[in-house]
């Protein structure tokens, strides 16, 4: 008690009467507690904070001791969350601090549940929870500070709506994605290889999902000869999933490695359009292995490329292992996870016998892993000063000194003036921002004729748009989908097999369609127009052109569209299915989407 006092008259002292009154009385959240979240709850908890909530959905690995000092070694597989208030609280037993182990996106954490913060501290990992963290933030009018590391990189900034621009108003790279063509046919590179292994492991051992199945796709656009829309003529395959071909044959691995590495191989092979400007893929000789092994001492076992027949035999002892979890899992499959050994064995394993049939050069464990696991190295000394930064950026705020706030990026050299630290004035909203700017237009670029309402659900709203619970209907007020609860499997079966796989075009989309997509969960309206492009690059399936369109063009294109729907659409059929649902929600006096029932946009 003496200690604690003597700590709270320090910082009075220090921060002065008003800003300590002001930081006791704050309401924070804080999203996220792993490297940099760690040392924020730290921070936070000896700067005079006492309402604090966290919310981290994660469990505690080996691989985050070396930097989040929150956690122990006997903590392993328990709740970051949890774990962080429980060892804070042994230093500060006075603070209120709510810890949820929970995901951020649940409906349990919605308007109201962020409208009771002053404060909001993002210390997260990935572009969809930050997005719908800012969402949430701009849809209750709370300050943000936005955070991120990498390596010895480091950036801090502040968000406020209407005053600083928000996290979405400079356009982040999007990860990148590959045509399953590529990905199943020819491959060029070691990454389209450790794509088709975390596929190839996800379809065999995950949740069935024919998504996901390797096996060679007939389809391919390059198929079709320049003098007719026909496939060359080869001998018939079997269409058995190599899911389903695996279970035929009780997993056997060492028969998976001949299915894989040699039938479709051979398969490909005989596909002969695939390789007029390509080189041919090469059948895998079991019976000619090379065994020279990586005898350098100076590297790890995990930097050495492992030899043919040492893949092959991981590949087989992974897989007979990965078979009986498998078994042991039953439907609910087995998850990979880059830190679990003998599911990283088998990637590395199938991505290195892919790479050696398409004469692309093997690489070690080591190299795979960072790739499959897209691992940019995490340095406790950058989680520090960030986290530091964002206390010093809450202060500001506190105070009423927005104008004081700043943007601080962490370099890894020291630039004029011998600083480690730039700060930057924070820039005003982007008036093009789809998620900050009133009545957001964005442009959808797509062949109209191929793309499918599943595409645009989970590859433009849920992956590229980050939305959490999407609604899509035609600017003519036909719903086409809506979000589903995870029970209604009635509802749930229509939208997979008669809504999702149709096109655009089957539901009278033409070229400048206006289209409306609803988030009620993120309180959020957009205006998506869809223009028919044909020839889009080879590796992109489409184009989301987030920054708007103007007022006329949207008006002009908008009413071209409805021009050409009137004259070539009638077939009131093409929304049949979905307007029974609607008839059905209707006679049970249900009015809005499943997941929005509790709150609908303003």
């Known amino acids: 008690v003496t200690k604690m006092a ?20 704050c309401k924070l959240l804080i999203v996220g507690a792993g490297g940099i979240g760690c040392e924020l709850i730290k921070n936070v908890a000896l700067s005079g904070f006492s309402n604090i909530e966290l919310i981290d959905l994660d469990t505690i690995e080996v691989t985050n001791l070396n930097r989040q000092f929150l956690f122990q070694k006997q903590h392993v597989g328990q709740s970051k969350a949890k774990v962080a208030r429980d060892t804070v609280l042994t230093f500060n037993p006075a603070l209120n601090l709510v810890a949820h182990h929970a995901n951020i996106f ?43 590391s990498a390596g010895y990189l480091g950036q801090v900034s502040v968000h406020q709506k209407g005053k600083f621009e928000c996290y979405e108003c400079q356009p982040k790279p999007a990860p990148k994605q590959y045509p399953a063509c590529t990905i199943r046919n020819t491959p060029s590179t070691m990454v389209h290889c450790i794509v088709w292994a975390k596929f190839l492991f996800n379809h065999l051992y995950g949740l069935v999902d024919d998504e996901n199945d390797v096996a060679p796709n007939p389809d391919d656009p390059e198929l079709t000869t320049a003098d ?50 390509r080189r041919r893929p090469q059948v895998l000789t079991l019976d000619q292995l090379d065994d020279a092994q990586d005898l350098d001492l100076t590297k790890l076992p995990d930097q050495r490329v492992w030899s043919l027949k040492q893949t092959v035999d991981k590949f087989v002892s992974s897989g007979q292992v990965l078979a009986q979890q498998l078994a042991a899992a039953g439907a609910d499959g087995v998850t990979w996870d880059k830190d679990e050994d003998v599911g990283m064995d088998f990637v590395c394993a199938a991505a290195n016998l892919r790479a050696h049939a398409f004469h692309i050069d093997r690489e070690s464990r080591f190299e795979i892993k960072s790739k499959a696991g897209n691992i940019i190295p995490a340095i406790a000394t950058t989680n520090a000063v960030v986290a530091a930064l964002i206390v010093a950026e809450s202060f500001k705020i506190l105070q009423g000194k927005m104008d004081d706030c700043r943007q601080v990026y962490l370099s890894r050299v020291v630039r004029g003036r011998s600083q480690l630290l730039c700060p930057v004035k924070m820039d005003k909203p982007n008036p093009k921002c789809f998620a900050c700017r009133a009545k957001p237009t964005i442009q959808l670029h797509a062949d109209i004729d191929t793309f499918t309402i599943r595409q645009m659900s989970d590859d433009v709203l849920k992956k590229t748009m980050c939305m959490a619970a999407p609604e899509f209907a035609l600017g003519s007020g ?5 979000p589903v ?25 033409v070229d400048g369609t206006a289209c409306k997509v609803t988030d009620a969960q993120q309180h959020m309206i957009i205006t998506m127009v869809i223009r028919d492009k044909k020839n889009l690059p080879e590796d992109e399936l489409y184009q989301v ?48 989407a499943p997941s929005c029932k509790k709150s609908k946009p303003a």
């Open 478 to 482: 036909k719903l086409i989908f809506e």
């Open 485 to 509: 609860e995870d029970d209604d499997e009635e509802e749930r079966e229509i939208l997979e097999t008669k809504i999702f796989p149709r096109t655009l075009a089957s539901f009278g989309v």
């Open 106 to 148: 649940d409906a349990q954490f919605d308007l109201a549940y962020f409208e009771q913060f002053d404060l909001v501290m993002n210390a997260l990992d990935n572009l969809k929870a930050r997005t719908h963290v800012n969402r949430m933030c701009l849809a209750a009018n709370v300050p943000l500070i936005e955070s991120g």
């Open 228 to 277: 007719n829309n026909d496939k060359p003529d080869s001998k018939p395959t079997d269409r058995r999933s190599t899911r389903q071909w695996a279970e035929d044959n009780k997993h056997d691995a060492e028969k998976l490695v001949e299915k894989l590495f040699c039938h479709d191989i051979a398969t490909l092979l005989s596909l002969d359009n695939l390789w007029a400007k």
């Open 6 to 25: 003597e700590r709270t008259a320090c910082l009075a002292a220090g921060l002065g009467p008003d800003l300590y009154t002001k930081i006791r009385e």
């Open 545 to 592: 052109h987030q920054e708007g369109i103007t007022a006329d063009a949207e008006e002009q294109a908008s009413n071209e569209a409805l021009a050409r729907q009137q004259t070539e659409v009638n077939d009131d059929d093409d929304v049949v299915l979905v307007e029974d649902v609607i008839a059905k929600r209707a006679a049970s006096e249900v009015d809005c």
